[in-house]
């Protein structure tokens, strides 16, 4: 009789692992569960969609319950996994527009149940009007509120990579829009000197921020509709509509209800190859922990590129054959009205709490040659480690043509290259790519300089 | 008595020399010789001034003769080095302008002459209206010819780097161009599967290329100029102007002449430290070889990056730092009208020569996620190492925004990864900047495929 796979969740993790292990493993059973409408879409394109960038709805998915049926997997959508027995080797499961429920054995199961949008624990959080941006359904539902008409004034609550994003397509649409974060300056992840170039490019848009602020109600009218965020320090924001983008954490209920143990970050404990510590049980993607190389330390990162990998790490494995998940260095990267802005390796701030002692650097210089037509300017700031000179992390903000150049120093970080080793880099170069010192590499030098001056002091 | 430094040759390698010793050794004495009208001038930069893309000569500038005297150089323009005499530390020089000469002794010495144009030994190659393009005078006499009105017909012979950009300006300026080269397609450290799509950007151009071809004569007419170039298959193709894109060779003479030894390329042999094998003479940039770090071979490779970073590390060393250049891998970029195309590392041509054995893979992808607004096309070939899965190889080509990837395939071939470790990198992804599985990683999946299907077999 052949094996069974189970795979909870249908989106980038979910989907990546069954298709894997299905292609790798024909005989293999591949039963893929998905609670919402869609399979294997673009969460980080939700943001253009709602903005009108992108056109379609249907073109943010990768691949359709269909395709997924057709390269032989039974998907069940709209069937949401309320159990997971260990010891027995089965799950338990609802049909969410029938009711409909039943239980499905298996020898291999993937948890790839992704995140959920933080909620703050404040009042009128559950009124109406008041949206998190996670699935493609919320999605949906946000952009028919949008499509009504009677939306004029947004307030978006947390300015990280998605709050922004959320802003900006509403501001797109020609709403008012606000933006309220905790710290003082937007997007955390960010040194505060990138930050406050981020901020002005937010405002430019004229996006309001109000920083170094949280919320602390929601005001909801009579009519059970948010109408206002209230923040800490007293201010009152109208508001018609209220999205949530204070990030995500891990959705591990299940996984804790049938004793897969989390590891220290909260999210679900793995090993390389994307083993749960239960024997037969894997997980990838949002809701599980990866190494971060630099800090050593467990963290959770919810990204699509990391789900779609480690999806296919364990669905290789699940096929029978190896492939392991070698860690993160949090990279990341965003487009903020016509301000570019990436990151990788480690902040100021995570360089201090791994323990690093640093010294710092940062640049201005442009995306092609000063005197090429079309040349953008690029600030690339770099952390490198004192003494030894190893870089620690970098951050890359300007404008068209600027962050992608955080690839180089991701890989760069990855091999734990030294700030010196970086400035002798063959890159390449040509006026209507590069000055004839690279950004990248002028920076490294001037890090290096940074490097020698501290060592001599 | 202070110590005295000369330096042969004010372009970029000689002035980041010079700069860099009298930075560290303010009270080094150093004296510039340059032959030419300009110092520290981009000289990849002529072709788009030539085609008016870039609007002053001046714009290519870095820094002036008077801009290196106000940091305390002794710059001699229009002055050229006729004899090194090593016994006794000594440079012969002769004015260009008014014929005086003289010596000058040295305590170091640095050798920054540069390249100068293959130009083949056929009939008539010494004609008028033959140019080279190496240096900026070249171009501020090839740009007046074009600005005299009476060309309209030229013939490129050479289709590498220079000679597309070249032809492109050309054809920027409205004129009739032909391309004559002896490969089957054109820039041939490309290959050939590359290099057609090259071709064919170039004709979109209606720029004519006469492929497999090379030039036997140039037909002079009777005022002295040359009137056409005849080919070796017989065709005669009618030109008004006749440029030599045939790319460079070291300017070594000189040193040929005062017993500096060349290497096996043909090149000024230097160490890291970019020291010549004779005691006090350094040499840096397009005249001298460097180790390639994949091939192991000495190789000439001329470059305005290079020549910069070498001039650089003979200046800290003789400024009494220590630097080194590590060697190059054969990163180079062009864009070619609206084609983007780079490489890095070996090309199959060379990887064969090397003596590797490997396999190939190239993918088609999109520079952002394919519904984004503004994605363009990517193709990312990859050549790994059979067994190993070594990356010894990458080539990019697209339109805007494709070819600069090739940094983050430069760095991971210098750091010596696999195809494997490459597809697991932490690269950054956002809808605006690249696909969920970025088109440098689909590319390494696939080689891994093709590592995986060759070691099965």
Request: with cysteine.
């Amino acid at each position: 009789m052949s094996k069974r796979l189970v795979v909870i969740g249908g989106d980038a993790a979910g989907g990546s692992a069954a298709s894997q292990a299905k292609k790798r493993r024909p005989d293999l059973d591949v039963v893929l569960f998905e609670r919402g409408r869609a399979t294997s879409y673009s969460a980080c394109g939700i943001p253009y969609w709602i903005a009108g960038t992108v056109e379609r709805e249907t073109q943010l998915v990768a691949r359709t319950p269909e395709q997924h049926r057709a390269a032989g997997l039974d998907v069940r959508m709209r069937t949401e996994v309320v159990g997971i027995d260990t010891d027995e080797g089965v799950v338990h499961w609802r049909d969410l527009e029938t009711g409909t429920e039943g239980t499905e054995g298996y020898d291999d199961l993937v948890y790839a149940t992704g995140s959920v949008p933080m909620r703050p624990p404040v009042e009128g959080i559950d009124a109406q009007g008041v949206y998190g941006v996670q699935v493609l359904d919320d999605g949906v539902a946000l952009r028919a509120e949008l499509d009504s008409g009677r939306v004029q004034r947004v307030v978006v609550v947390g300015g990280g990579y998605i709050g922004l994003e959320i802003a900006e397509a509403c501001r797109i649409r020609g709403l008012e829009v606000t933006v309220v974060d905790l710290s003082a300056t937007p997007v955390g992840t960010f040194d505060p000197d990138v930050g406050a170039i981020i901020a002005e490019a937010v405002r430019c848009e004229d996006i309001e921020l109000v920083l170094s602020d949280g919320v602390a109600a929601i005001d909801v009218g009579p009519d059970g509709r948010a109408r206002a965020v209230v923040t800490r320090s007293g201010r009152e924001l109208p508001a018609d509509l209220v999205v949530l983008g204070l990030g995500v954490r891990p959705n591990v209920r299940l996984a804790q209800e049938a004793g897969i143990p989390l590891g220290t970050s909260g999210g679900i404990a793995v090993d390389q190859r994307m083993r749960t510590q239960v024997p037969g049980v894997w997980a990838a993607g949002d809701c599980v922990e990866s190494v971060h190389r630099l800090s050593k330390q467990r963290v959770v990162v919810a990204l699509g590129t990391h789900a779609n990998k480690q999806g296919r790490v364990a669905g290789i494995n699940i096929g029978g054959g190896y492939a392991t998940f070698p860690g993160v260095i949090g990279t990341a990267i965003t487009k903020i009205c016509a301000t570019e802005a990436a990151r990788t390796g480690l902040s100021e701030a995570e360089a201090e709490a791994a323990g690093y002692s640093f010294v710092t650097a940062a640049v201005d210089s442009t995306t092609k040659a000063g005197y090429f037509p079309g040349a953008t300017p690029i600030r690339v700031k770099m952390i490198a480690e004192r003494r030894s000179g190893r870089l620690l992390g970098a951050q890359v903000v300007g404008k068209e043509g600027a962050a992608k150049r955080v690839d180089a120093l991701a890989i760069a970080i990855w091999n734990e290259m030294t700030v010196d080793e970086v400035l002798s880099l063959d890159l390449s170069y040509a006026p209507p790519f590069a000055p004839v010192w690279d950004p990248v590499l002028i920076a490294a030098r001037k890090a290096f300089e940074a490097v020698e001056a501290d060592t001599r002091s």
